[in-house]
T-cell receptor
């Protein structure tokens, strides 16, 4: 079964450093998303991406964050100048159509620890 | 503010029983409703979705939607220990953004 692949599975970084989280969505999917889940809290939307541009973003997704689809397969989330509160599980997801049709498939996640 | 509320549990049921999970949402205009299962430390997995009022069945799972009451539920029949997980209710009011509840922790006791 096709899956969304995320790397690395665990990233430890020092406060103030930049990190790039990588995702390979399912190949025929057109919509891509990033979510995060702080330990013990809700899964929270960060951003959606369609047709090579951001289509929606949440209040969390401020200037510290950026997304990119540098080639036909990868989808990345960059977090600049990381803070302790950025420690969370980050999930990438993709869907063939808009999410309201069939939902989407999540990747296995990257656990980001900022120290 | 678009809120999705779930009883955090934990909910414990014996093996073979029916587990009933509930969810309410605040945005009356919401059209799409989803149930995801999340095992500890893992990503959410889609169980099923429902758009119309009434019941929708898929194997041992039944989703129920009542838009007038802004209420969604998930029934799991013949519960198995492997069903032990956190169940997340997710709602899309508009666009492609999910609003998730905090999840209900289910334990199925052998």
């Amino acid at each position: 079964e096709p899956e969304v692949t995320q790397t690395p599975s665990h990233q430890v970084t020092q406060m103030g450093q930049e990190v790039i989280l990588r995702c390979v969505p399912i190949s025929n999917h057109l919509y891509f998303y990033w979510y995060r889940q702080i330990l013990g809290q809700k899964v929270e939307f960060l951003v959606s991406f369609y047709n090579n541009e951001i289509s929606e973003k949440s209040e969390i997704f401020d200037d510290q964050f950026s997304v990119e689809r540098p080639d036909g397969s990868n989808f990345t989330l960059k977090i600049r100048s990381t803070k302790l509160e950025d420690s969370a599980m980050y999930f990438c997801a993709s869907s063939p159509f808009g999410a309201s049709d069939y939902g989407y498939t999540f990747g296995s996640g990257t656990r980001l620890t900022v120290v | 503010q678009k809120e999705v509320e779930q009883n955090s549990g934990p909910l414990s049921v014996p093996e073979g029983a029916i587990a009933s999970l509930n969810c309410t949402y605040s945005d009356r205009g919401s059209q799409s409703f989803f149930w995801y299962r999340q095992y500890s430390g893992k990503s959410p997995e889609l169980i099923m979705f429902i758009y119309s009022n009434g019941d929708k069945e898929d194997g041992r799972f039944t989703a129920q939607l009542n838009k007038a009451s802004q209420y969604v539920s998930l029934l799991i029949r013949d519960s198995q220990p492997s069903d032990s997980a956190t169940y997340l209710c997710a709602v899309i009011p508009t666009g492609n953004q999910f609003y998730f509840g905090t999840g209900t922790s289910l334990t199925v006791i052998p």
